[in-house]
């Protein structure tokens, strides 16, 4: 009785919530831009720029470098999700502040250098902002289908190993338990889930946006 007690304020705080906030977003968004009246509206907006989204994405990736390690982003748990967002974002505006602190400055920095930087924080803090207000919300929404293939593969025991031999492809199956080949790579894309999920989603939202004509 008492797990019953402390499952519903758990399932209100890690999914309810946070997918009532996701919701929540989209509707501001989509009665935004009918106000401002920006094209054909929010849903089509995103639609046409799904093939650039990903790129946006792996752009604030810059400074984790592998993005692919942040699987909070193609989870399907919604309060994991925005915890991901907001780590992605946060952390590369942490590294820009920690180099243009005086205390970590190696040499006297450029006249040159600090006019262009002030003009690009400005610009990256403005994108990151509106990468979190307009594109992230919707994405959540986008990934959960999208980063099926992803998510079936990190839970999957399964492994594939290929190697390029005298111009043929050679593979073997192992599991993830069994030490690798020497020779070869990991086939299995496990290690790849969010390169995986942005491939399918831009693909997915290309087809869409090409019916939607």
Not at 24 to 49: E, H, I, P, Q
Request: glycine share 8%.
């Amino acid at each position: 009785m008492g797990s019953d007690n402390h499952a519903f304020p758990r399932f209100l705080i890690t999914i309810a919530i946070p997918l009532m906030a996701l919701i929540a977003v989209c509707a501001l968004n989509y009665f935004l831009f009918r106000f401002l009246r920006v094209g054909s509206g929010y849903f089509r907006w995103y639609v046409n720029a799904g093939p650039f989204i990903g790129l946006a994405t792996a752009a604030f990736g810059a400074s984790w470098g592998k993005l692919d390690n942040q699987t909070g982003l193609i989870s399907a748990n919604p309060l994991d999700y925005v915890g991901a967002c907001l780590q992605l974002v946060g952390l590369p505006v942490r590294v820009f502040g920690g180099h243009c602190l005086k205390k970590n400055r190696l040499q006297p920095r450029s006249i040159l250098d600090v006019l262009f930087l002030l003009p690009l924080l400005l610009a990256f803090l403005i994108a990151a902002f509106g990468w979190l207000l307009l594109i992230a919300p919707l994405q959540y929404f986008v990934f959960l289908v999208c980063g099926a293939p992803a998510r079936i593969a990190l839970t999957s025991n399964f492994r594939a190993y290929a190697v390029m031999r005298n111009g043929k492809l050679e593979y073997e199956e192992a599991t993830a338990t069994e030490p690798p080949p020497i020779f070869g790579w990991d086939a299995s894309m496990v290690d790849k889930p969010v390169t995986l999920t942005n491939a399918f989603s831009a693909a997915v939202l290309f087809l869409i946006g090409q019916f939607w004509r």
